[in-house]
């Protein structure tokens, strides 16, 4: 690639794909004085300008802390439900209202109840989505490159170099792939992914229910997969909502979605229960067939892989963007350290350092959820009463019950700063 | 500016060492080939330079360019590895180094980094001979190497400014240091090629510092760089000097701006 002179001084990043994690991963390099070139396909105010399309996110309590330091979260918190007790069951195939097993309450992981943060928020995608793009137009380290795309690159031990379809060359030191599990970055850079399907489809949908879920996020493990029923702010004309992510069999999942909207409504309701009165789906089914894709690196000369192009995991745990947030948080703080000692901010160390600081993380929690879902997704016998068993002990112990608690809140581990709510 | 692509035959070069590092230039920039050893150590060094120099000229350490607009120069600076992050840091860099095939290296690679930094074949001495002073002077894992420590240490005095900085890191001659430094990185970790380093030629931090007190260099701190087998990172100790270790001194009169 001939480097021309209308090529201005090289990036610090040029981030592939400005979903929640790709502009997310602007705004924190941004406001820790990386520079950054966010490029998508899509126009990206388009993308706000909808109304809610059903799909939200679950926020753990330490990316809510990222949120807060990045002063995001004034804006996102009116419209973000607290999780403060998760009740976790297993249901045989009949599907009938379970016995109750696990019980985790937020105060649990604090030593003091009193001021016991939530265990994470849901909140509707599109204010998630609006918050960051906002902060993004006003953030002059930033320049936002949609529509466009890449239809080349250039990667060299000194600096990297996109060409867009516009025609626009970007010279930057680091290339980001920001494409979910699905981009084509990875496999162009020959990095090869542990990948197989679970054989399974999650229905994501939003349900009107009569009474208030008052925080409470339930995972009913039936033998299909979970069915998790995860606690939203009222809808515009006060009603009760909650946020349905149904894992069913493929085959099982592809017939349900064919059916007309009365017996949908009814085979939804049956596994939903009558906790909270009379319940019903409302607005678009979404569908995602469910394939893990772990990728055997993180890292290659002068690209980095972040969210899930690096690791999509099995909804199970609800952890799937909090993986991607502290993948974030830790490219920015290693970029940022490298910086402020002169080093070359996309230079193998500096990613070397990121790369090893997620390999962990990413793996112990690819490693729990597809367990978790081998453990629960199936009505074999013997398994439903070792695992009863399990769940039952863990219910019982303190410190077991603690630790998960703050598992699910992402407390655990060596937290970069901005997942500790501090600036890098 | 002096002419000082001639090595001097006379001087404090010692021929076979800079053929021994010629050899292995093109290795400087790969992080995990034969200069692995300085890519790990160099967060740790370049941070204390930082903070020194940044509190010396009373700037802000970790924004913006904190030793913009200070002349530095880098004796024995090798394929750049500290040139470059001064340079980005904001300071007018010169690296001096006697082996061609290192400036070359050096050269070309910052080059594609978009940094200006005037690198040169030459010694510390003809370079003080010429009259050159600095604001800032590194002598970094160099001293060990020279054939003659004092006329060294006194051409480094003589390169930095008044009221200017210098700093100088070096292995120490002790028991501690023969075991880790030769044996354990050169014969038992690989991590440095075997011949690296002379045990003999190590320096005691006593000897250092009367060397640079005779180059008008007054020593204001020293402190050891300390491995952590198990973590695999390098950090400041001011109480364990034994093996690894750093120091900066002042020239007397007032620093510039």
């Known amino acids: 690639m001939d480097r021309r002179p209308s090529d201005r001084s090289p990036f610090d990043l040029a981030i592939v794909g400005a979903g929640l994690n790709g502009s997310l991963l602007a705004l924190a390099a941004g406001e820790s004085g990386l520079s950054s070139a966010l490029i998508d396909r899509v126009p990206l105010f388009a993308m706000t300008e909808q109304g809610f399309d059903g799909r939200t996110t679950a926020i753990a309590y330490t990316s809510q802390r990222l949120f807060a330091a990045l002063g995001l979260w004034d804006e996102l918190a009116p419209n973000a439900e607290p999780i403060r007790d998760i009740r976790i069951s297993d249901a045989g195939h009949d599907g009938r209202a379970s016995p109750l097993f696990l019980h985790f309450d937020h105060r649990e992981a604090s030593d003091d109840p009193e001021t016991a943060a939530p265990m994470g928020w849901i909140v509707e995608n599109r204010f998630l989505r609006s918050a960051i793009l906002r902060r993004l137009a006003a953030c ?100 009760h909502r909650s946020s349905i992510v149904w894992t069913e069999r493929t085959a099982i999942a592809r017939r349900l979605l064919e059916l007309d909207e009365p017996a949908f409504q009814a085979e939804f309701a049956r596994r939903f229960g009558d906790h909270l009165g009379p319940v019903a789906p409302a607005g678009t089914r979404w569908s995602y067939p469910l394939r893990l894709v772990h990728a055997e690196r993180y890292i290659d000369t002068r690209l980095v892989l972040v969210g899930d192009a690096a690791h999509g995991i099995h909804p199970i745990a609800g952890q799937g963007y909090n993986l991607g947030v502290r993948d974030i948080a830790a490219l920015v703080e290693v970029m940022a350290d490298a910086k402020r000692l002169g080093l070359d901010v996309g230079g193998a160390d500096t990613l070397e350092r990121y790369a090893q600081w997620r390999r962990a993380d990413n793996l112990s929690m690819v490693a729990a959820t597809d367990l978790l879902n081998r453990l629960f997704s199936n009505d074999i016998r013997p398994l439903r009463l070792v695992r009863d068993a399990g769940l039952a002990a863990v219910n019982r112990v303190p410190a077991l019950r603690k630790f998960f608690v703050r598992h699910a809140m992402g407390l655990i581990g060596d937290l970069p700063k901005l997942i500790r709510g501090e600036r890098p | 500016m002096v002419e000082t692509t001639h090595i001097p035959t006379a001087g404090t070069v010692d021929p076979a060492e800079v053929e021994r590092f010629s050899r292995i230039a093109d290795e400087w920039w790969d992080p995990a080939g034969k200069f692995a050893p300085l890519h790990r150590l160099n967060p740790v060094r370049i941070g204390y330079i930082r903070d020194r120099v940044a509190a010396h000229w009373g700037r802000d350490a970790l924004n913006g360019e904190p030793l913009k607009d200070l002349s530095l120069l880098d004796i024995g600076c090798g394929g750049g590895l500290m040139s470059e992050p001064m340079a980005r840091l904001g300071a007018t860099v010169t690296g001096v180094d006697a082996s061609e095939r290192n400036v070359g290296t050096a050269s070309v690679h910052a080059t594609g980094q978009d940094l200006a930094i005037d690198y040169r074949q030459g010694t510390a001495e003809a370079l003080a001979e010429s009259g050159a002073q600095f604001d800032v002077v590194l002598a970094l894992e160099i001293v060990e190497h020279v054939a003659d420590v004092d006329l060294f240490l006194r051409s480094c005095g003589r390169l930095v400014k008044p009221g200017g900085l210098l700093f100088l890191s070096t292995l120490n001659r002790t028991a501690k240091a023969w075991a880790l430094a030769i044996v354990g990185a050169e014969y038992v970790l690989g991590w440095l090629p075997r011949g690296t380093h002379d045990w003999k030629k190590f320096l005691k931090p006593s000897e250092v510092a009367r060397g640079l007190r005779a180059g008008g260099i007054e020593p204001q701190e020293i402190v050891g760089v300390v491995y952590a087998p198990l973590s695999r990172k390098w950090s400041l100790n001011k109480n364990d000097l034994d093996v690894n270790y750093m120091l900066y001194g002042t020239a007397a009169g007032a620093p510039m701006r």
Request: hydrophobic share 40%.
């Open chain 1, 140 to 239: 002059p380290k930033v320049e936002l490159v949609s529509p466009d795309e890449v239809v080349d690159s250039d990667r060299g031990p000194v600096r990297a170099g996109l060409v867009l379809k516009s025609g626009r060359r970007i010279a930057t030191r680091l290339i980001a792939s920001a494409e979910g599990r699905f981009g084509a970055t990875r496999e162009e850079a020959g990095i090869g992914a542990r990948s197989w399907s679970y054989d399974q489809i999650a229905i994501v949908l939003v349900a009107h229910h009569a009474e208030p879920h008052r925080g409470v996020a339930q995972e009913k493990f039936l033998p299909g997969g979970p069915f998790a029923i995860l606690p939203m702010t009222d809808g515009p004309g006060g009603e």
